[in-house]
Nanobody, 125 residues
Framework: QVELVESGGGSVQTGGSLRLSCVASGDTNHLRSMGWFRQAPGKEREGVASLYTGGGKTSYANSVMGRFTISQDKTKNTVYLQMNSLQPEDTAMYYC??????????????????WGQGTQVTVGS
């Protein structure tokens, strides 16, 4: 129904920036939320950021608030994650996700129905 493809990962120095992209295709009209998750080796999956596709609503994990920005370009069916002031603890596989509804609260993986393949982000200096 929906395919999500992430790109933009790579290796950056501590304090650097990176912009991830997620292109959605298929039956995307019903999507109401888009999110980014990450998972580092030996750690559980963490919700990073999410947005309401109708605009005006975003959520962030406390660990990235003020450094990361989620946004969308609906004309391109693309969601972005701008990551600034990157730290080694941001190193992880980053996954794009999409769901059919929006809710206020923690960014939970169970709220999302579609997932991308992941893109690796490595931060070090």
């Amino acid at each position: 129904q929906v395919e999500l493809v992430e790109s933009g990962g790579g290796s950056v120095q501590t304090g650097g920036s990176l912009r991830l992209s997620c292109v959605a295709s298929g039956d995307t009209n019903h999507l109401r939320s888009m999110g980014w998750f990450r998972q580092a080796p030996g750690k559980e999956r963490e919700g990073v950021a999410s947005l309401y596709t109708g605009g005006g609503k975003t959520s962030y994990a406390n660990s990235v608030m003020g450094r990361f920005t989620i946004s969308q370009d609906k004309t391109k069916n693309t969601v972005y994650l701008q990551m600034n002031s990157l730290q080694p603890e941001d190193t992880a596989m980053y996954y794009c996700a999409a769901g059919g509804y929006w809710r206020v609260g923690n960014i939970e993986g169970s709220d999302f129905d579609y997932w991308g393949q992941g893109t690796q982000v490595t931060v070090g200096s």
